[in-house]
C-alpha cells in the first residue's frame, strides 16, 4: 500500500485543492469551513442477547504508588495484564503498575510474587503519574520452557525508568518526564515461580510527558517455528502524551511514537540492541524508524491477535472517538489528522482543536480507517480486548469482546467480515455477578479525581484455553467470564 511519510502541516484537510497530498479537496472560504460534531456517532449501542457470568478469581496483593504524582484513583493494586505464561502449566502471570510481576495458580487460587523491579538496579520509576507509567507490559518468549532454545527462560518487561539513567535509541533529548525501556530477562530455571537470573536492557526511548508511555509486549501466537514472523515481539507507542499530539509524532515515520513497532530481541543489527526484521514495511526508507509496523496511532496501549494471526488494535482517542483497527503492515491510521472515521481540525485555520468533523466528501487520504467505533456518549478510554477462542460461553464464539477502561462496559462485535472504514455494530455484553445482572461499575467502581463518580479502571485477560478475564484496580481482583448457570 502507498503509505505517507510525515504529512506537512499545511496539507490538512478542508484547504487547498492542489495538494499533492490531498488531491481532488474544494477549496473552502472560511465562512464554509465545516461545523463541529456535537455528537459524531448518534447511534446508541444497545445491550445485546448475550449474558455471560463473573466468577472471583484471585485477588491481588494491596500496594502503594511511590507517590501521589497526579494519580488518578487511590487504586488497590493497579493489575493491568493477565495473559498465559505458555508453558503449558496453566500459570497465569499478572502485572502490576507499580512494578510487580505475580504468578496466579487457576487451580488452588494462590497468587505468587514472581518479579519486583523495585528490587533490581534498572532505575525503576511509577512516581511520574502512577496511573499511566511503571511496569506496563510483559511477554513471554515462545520458547521460554524450552530448553536448548534460543529464547529458553526470556521473557520481557516494558517500564518507566528515570531520564538519564541510560543511553536512549530515540529521543534522548526528549525525555523531560522520563523514559520507556523494554528489558530482557533470563531465568535460571523457567519452571521456578520466584525469578532467578539476569537482565539486560533491549530497547529505551526518551517521553516527554507523562502519559502514552509503551504499553503491551506480545509475540504473534499465530507465528509457527520457521515462519518470517516466529519470535519477532511487538509493542506499541502511544504520541508521546500531553494532548493533541503536540510534537505532530503520530504523522511521523522518523520518530517511533504513535506506533506498533516490531523487533527481533534475540538477534542484534547495526549496533542495536534487537534486530530489525527484514520485512518490517519500512525498513528500505531513508530516514524512517526501521521498527515501525504501524503508525498513525494516539494511543494503542493495547492489541491482541486472533488464531489466525489478525490483530485487533485498540487505540483510546481524545475528546470524542474510541477505536478498533485491525492490524495490518505498514498502515497509517490518520491520527492526528483522524479521530476515529472524522477530521480532528488540527492544523487547519478556523477549525476548533478538540471537536472532530465531518471528512470531505472527497477526501483521498491514504488512512487506514477503523472497524468499530463509539464515542464519548458510550465510553471514556477503549481498553483491552481479545478475539473469543475459548470453549465455555458458546454465544461468545466468533466475537471480539473489549472493555471500556473507565465506564466498565463490556462491548462485542462479530469479527466475520469486518471491513476497514465500515464501523461494524457494537453491543453491549450483558453480566450477571452474584445472581444478579449488573453494570460492572456498581461492582468495581472506586472514586475517580478526573471527574466526578465512580471510575472502573476495567482492563481484561486470557489464559492458554482461551478464556476470558476481568482485572480491576479499585479492588485488585482478577474476576473470570463463565457460563450463567
Known sequence: MNVPKRLPRASLPFLIASCSVFPGLAVKAQDELPPPLTDPIPQKIEKGEIVVGVMDRFQLPRTRDARNGGSATDAFARIQYLKPVGDGSGRLAICDLRGQLYLANPKDGSVQLYLDHNAFPIAFDASMMPNETGFLGFAFHPEFSEMGKAGYGKFYTAISATSGSGDPDYLKGDAASHESVIVEWTADNPAADTFEGAHREVFRIGQFAPNHSIGTLAFNPAAKPGTADYGNLYFCLGDGGSAFDPKDYGQSQQS???????????????????????????????GAAPEIWVYGLRHP???????????FISDIGQNQVEEVNLGVSGANYGWRLREGTFSTGSGVPGLTVGPVYDLPPRDSQNFTDPVAQYDHDEGRAIGSGYAYEGTRIEALKGKFIFADIVLGRLFYIETDNLQP?????IRELRVVVQGEEQDLIDVVGYPNTYRPGPRADLRMGVDESGELYLLSKGDGRVRQLVPVN
Open 256 to 286: 517511533p511514537q504513535g506506533a506498533i513497532l516490531r523487533i527481533n530481541p534475540l538477534q542484534r543489527s547495526a549496533g542495536r540492541a534487537y534486530g530489525i526484521p527484514e520485512d518490517n514495511p519500512f525498513v528500505a526508507h531513508s
Open 301 to 311: 496501549q493495547h492489541f491482541s491477535w486472533d488464531k489466525s494471526g489478525r490483530m
Open 421 to 425: 472504514g465500515k464501523p461494524t455494530e
